[in-house]
């Protein structure tokens, strides 16, 4: 072990300082608070259930903002700033088009509201994603990863091993899921689960590359990063994430996963135990998932079909209405691997401004917005043109609220028997936010100031006795809206780390720690 250590030493970029710690950042995408700590319970994550039991790691949870999805945590979390991303995906009226936020044209703006920004990552390495490709010559000749069985080369025996393993678990999955089988080709067995989605199509093989292919290349640049003593080091494991939309929060493939993950974060663990340098790990989530059957699953019908028919549209032509993620077809619908796969997934689709709206979803938090209105919509000028649309919104049981503005610059949340003013806090009748929890208003007036806000935030039903939602994508757990365990990720961090604040409210607060605990000595 000695001699190792002094191996890694020796090989040692530039980055390296003996003696001084660093941080290590390892986000485990979608999983919740209370997922992971059933998790521990049952023997699930047997590396972080160490660290817990053995009282070296602390965990806790944090509270996501309103837009509970991975581009505005991360954005949050890196930069401490995500203001103007209402969601995954929104219709931005200054560019008519829809913008997605994986798009690097579409977020231009966000970079350069945050350039003056240092960021949780200065002076250290970008975050490891889907499809980051590290330069050979960044990897010098003869580091032990590079040879050893394990390794580099190792990895890539394993990738072409444990790929069709991952197919064939899928099919076996989809088998018992009945109906799903058999749309994924899998004949059907008795057994079925719900609720229950499509996992056909490009799924299984985005499937393998998400839970092996993106798994292993992530862990061995972070290995890279470990062997030259860098510092800060964020990296974004996504399996769990995937595997959870299509499959289910705690379903056995979606826990199997898991159990990988926290292998390998036990072997990064270890590298970073022989580094040159010794490291701070810190392990977070940026969003958990909430389940439940889909709204489509639930009502027969859509959310762009609610929209268009109580706005008695004249007729859905092309270009009039888009609806991204409707059938899981849009990028954060998909996941992150599986949308810069899809041609389908390509943002700035142009919309033509007619009679019809853009209605678009991220997990149960659709947007619907009117090109034909240069600014922000009003409850007047919606109510005046399309009557209909806000009373058959706020009455669907599907629909727990929604916000929009008013002609005195002031906003509402609107509810199925009251209301509730955004700046003052006023409810007339039954508060329409009582089910989201005592900071469910901060939230929606914070995203109420977005540039980008759609002219009705269609808050998705949240069922608090089963802790479920209804995703106006087709995923069994979903996030993106308020509702359930989406809203409250985790955060394990080392026992003798100064605590941070109890409640932590939003990825810009998870920001403050982490630059915190970056600067220590």
């Given at each position: 072990?000695?001699?190792?250590?002094?191996?890694?030493r020796r090989?040692g970029?530039?980055d390296?300082?003996?003696?001084?710690?660093g941080l290590?950042?390892?986000q485990i995408?979608?999983?919740?608070?209370a997922v992971?700590?059933?998790a521990i319970r049952d023997?699930?994550t047997?590396h972080?259930?160490?660290?817990?039991?053995?009282g070296s790691?602390?965990l806790t949870?944090?509270?996501?903002?309103?837009?509970?999805q991975?581009?505005a945590?991360?954005l949050?979390?890196l930069?401490?700033d995500?203001h103007?991303?209402?969601?995954?995906?929104?219709y931005?009226?200054?560019?008519?088009?829809v913008?997605?936020?994986?798009n690097?044209?579409?977020?231009a703006?966000r970079?350069?509201?945050?350039a003056?920004?240092?960021?949780?990552l200065t002076?250290?390495r970008?975050p490891r994603?889907?499809?980051h490709?590290?330069?050979?010559?960044?990897?010098?000749r003869?580091?032990?990863?590079?040879?050893?069985?394990d390794?580099w080369?190792g990895?890539?025996i394993r990738?072409l091993l444990?790929?069709p393993?991952?197919?064939?678990?899928?099919?076996g999955?989809?088998?018992?899921r009945?109906?799903?089988?058999?749309?994924?080709?899998?004949?059907a067995?008795?057994?079925?689960r719900?609720p229950r989605?499509?996992r056909g199509?490009?799924y299984p093989l985005?499937r393998?590359?998400t839970?092996?292919?993106?798994?292993d290349?992530?862990v061995a640049?972070?290995?890279?990063d470990h062997?030259?003593g860098?510092?800060p080091?964020y990296v974004?494991?996504?399996?769990y994430d995937?595997?959870?939309h299509?499959s289910?929060?705690e379903?056995p493939?979606t826990?199997?996963?898991l159990r990988?993950?926290?292998?390998?974060?036990?072997m990064?663990a270890?590298?970073?135990a022989?580094a040159?340098?010794?490291y701070?790990?810190?392990?977070?989530?940026?969003?958990?998932q909430?389940?439940?059957?889909t709204?489509r699953d639930?009502y027969?019908k859509?959310?762009?079909?609610?929209v268009?028919?109580?706005?008695?549209?004249p007729?859905r032509?092309?270009?009039d209405?888009?609806t991204l993620?409707?059938?899981g077809?849009?990028?954060?619908?998909?996941g992150y691997a599986?949308a810069?796969?899809?041609?389908?997934a390509t943002?700035g689709?142009?919309?033509?401004?007619g009679?019809?709206?853009v209605?678009?979803?991220?997990?149960?938090?659709?947007?619907?917005?009117?090109?034909?209105v240069p600014?922000r919509?009003?409850?007047e000028?919606?109510?005046a043109r399309?009557?209909d649309l806000?009373p058959?919104?706020?009455?669907h049981?599907?629909i727990?609220?929604v916000?929009v503005a008013?002609?005195?610059d002031g906003?509402?949340?609107?509810?199925?028997?009251?209301?509730?003013d955004?700046?003052?806090?006023e409810v007339d009748?039954?508060d329409p936010l009582?089910d989201f929890g005592p900071d469910?208003l901060d939230?929606v007036?914070?995203t109420d100031t977005?540039?980008?806000?759609?002219?009705l935030?269609v808050?998705?039903?949240?069922?608090?006795d089963?802790?479920e939602?209804a995703?106006f994508e087709d995923?069994?757990?979903?996030h993106?809206?308020?509702?359930?365990p989406?809203?409250?990720?985790?955060?394990?961090?080392?026992?003798?780390?100064?605590?941070?604040?109890?409640?932590?409210?939003?990825?810009e607060?998870v920001?403050e720690v982490l630059?915190?605990?970056?600067?220590l000595?």
């Amino acid at each position: 072990m000695r001699r190792n250590r002094s191996r890694l030493r020796r090989r040692g970029g530039a980055d390296a300082a003996p003696g001084e710690p660093g941080l290590l950042c390892i986000q485990i995408d979608g999983l919740g608070h209370a997922v992971l700590q059933r998790a521990i319970r049952d023997g699930v994550t047997p590396h972080l259930a160490g660290l817990v039991h053995r009282g070296s790691h602390v965990l806790t949870s944090w509270h996501t903002d309103w837009s509970s999805q991975t581009g505005a945590s991360q954005l949050a979390i890196l930069h401490g700033d995500n203001h103007n991303v209402p969601a995954f995906r929104w219709y931005d009226k200054t560019r008519g088009s829809v913008a997605v936020f994986s798009n690097p044209a579409d977020n231009a703006a966000r970079e350069l509201e945050r350039a003056h920004r240092p960021g949780l990552l200065t002076g250290g390495r970008q975050p490891r994603q889907p499809g980051h490709r590290r330069r050979r010559r960044q990897r010098p000749r003869g580091q032990p990863y590079a040879r050893r069985p394990d390794g580099w080369q190792g990895n890539r025996i394993r990738r072409l091993l444990r790929r069709p393993g991952e197919r064939r678990a899928h099919r076996g999955s989809a088998r018992r899921r009945g109906a799903a089988g058999e749309r994924a080709g899998v004949p059907a067995t008795p057994r079925r689960r719900h609720p229950r989605v499509r996992r056909g199509g490009l799924y299984p093989l985005v499937r393998a590359f998400t839970t092996v292919v993106e798994t292993d290349v992530v862990v061995a640049a972070v290995v890279g990063d470990h062997i030259a003593g860098r510092s800060p080091v964020y990296v974004d494991l996504v399996g769990y994430d995937e595997v959870a939309h299509h499959s289910g929060v705690e379903r056995p493939e979606t826990r199997k996963v898991l159990r990988t993950l926290d292998d390998e974060i036990g072997m990064i663990a270890a590298v970073a135990a022989q580094a040159g340098r010794p490291y701070r790990i810190v392990m977070l989530s940026d969003h958990g998932q909430s389940q439940g059957a889909t709204f489509r699953d639930r009502y027969g019908k859509g959310l762009e079909d609610v929209v268009l028919d109580a706005c008695h549209a004249p007729g859905r032509r092309e270009g009039d209405s888009v609806t991204l993620g409707r059938q899981g077809r849009g990028a954060e619908g998909l996941g992150y691997a599986e949308a810069s796969l899809r041609s389908e997934a390509t943002p700035g689709v142009a919309v033509t401004p007619g009679e019809n709206p853009v209605v678009l979803a991220s997990g149960n938090l659709g947007l619907v917005s009117f090109p034909q209105v240069p600014g922000r919509a009003t409850r007047e000028w919606i109510d005046a043109r399309y009557p209909d649309l806000i009373p058959a919104l706020v009455t669907h049981p599907g629909i727990g609220f929604v916000l929009v503005a008013r002609d005195d610059d002031g906003s509402v949340v609107l509810g199925p028997a009251g209301s509730a003013d955004v700046a003052t806090g006023e409810v007339d009748g039954v508060d329409p936010l009582t089910d989201f929890g005592p900071d469910a208003l901060d939230r929606v007036r914070r995203t109420d100031t977005s540039d980008n806000v759609a002219d009705l935030m269609v808050g998705g039903r949240y069922w608090p006795d089963t802790r479920e939602v209804a995703a106006f994508e087709d995923q069994v757990g979903s996030h993106g809206g308020l509702g359930g365990p989406q809203n409250t990720p985790f955060l394990l961090y080392p026992a003798d780390l100064p605590a941070p604040p109890n409640p932590l409210p939003g990825a810009e607060a998870v920001h403050e720690v982490l630059v915190r605990w970056r600067d220590l000595e």
